[in-house]
């Protein structure tokens, strides 16, 4: 039996968080991207072609972001998306729970 190489994979302490950029209000609901990537270039290109809603996220202009130094190794190419609400305007009303009368 003859055994094969391990496969090795690109790996990297770099992750970036990418984010609407504050007063967009073209986004209904906000969607973040984490990536794991040696470049903000290539994270943001990586996030453009995986992201489920279609978003061009290499619009610096659109989405921030933000690089952390991790201790631990990541592989280049994981992404994250989450999906946070859309803040409330102020000075407008929290909606009241739907109450049902019997």
Same mark, same amino acid.
Request: no cysteine; hydrophobic share 35%; glycine share 6%.
């Given at each position: 039996? %003859?055994?094969?190489?391990?496969? *090795?994979?690109?790996?990297?302490?770099?992750?970036?968080?990418?984010? /609407?950029?504050?007063?967009?209000?073209?986004?209904?609901?906000?969607?973040?991207?984490?990536?794991?990537? *040696?470049? *903000?270039?290539?994270?943001?290109?990586?996030? %453009? @072609?995986?992201? /489920?809603?279609?978003?061009?996220?290499?619009?610096?202009? %659109?989405?921030?972001?933000?690089?952390? &130094?991790? /201790?631990?190794?990541?592989?280049?190419?994981? @992404?994250?998306?989450? &999906?946070?609400?859309?803040?409330? /305007?102020?000075?407008?009303?929290?909606?009241?729970?739907?109450?049902?009368?019997?």
């Amino acid at each position: 039996m %003859t055994t094969s190489p391990p496969i *090795e994979v690109a790996d990297t302490n770099l992750i970036f968080r990418l984010s /609407p950029a504050i007063g967009n209000s073209v986004q209904s609901g906000r969607q973040i991207a984490i990536v794991s990537a *040696e470049t *903000e270039k290539a994270a943001r290109a990586l996030a %453009t @072609i995986s992201g /489920p809603m279609g978003r061009d996220w290499n619009d610096s202009t %659109t989405f921030t972001a933000e690089n952390v &130094y991790l /201790p631990g190794r990541q592989v280049i190419g994981d @992404i994250v998306f989450q &999906y946070v609400p859309a803040p409330r /305007p102020s000075g407008q009303e929290r909606p009241r729970p739907l109450t049902k009368r019997v």
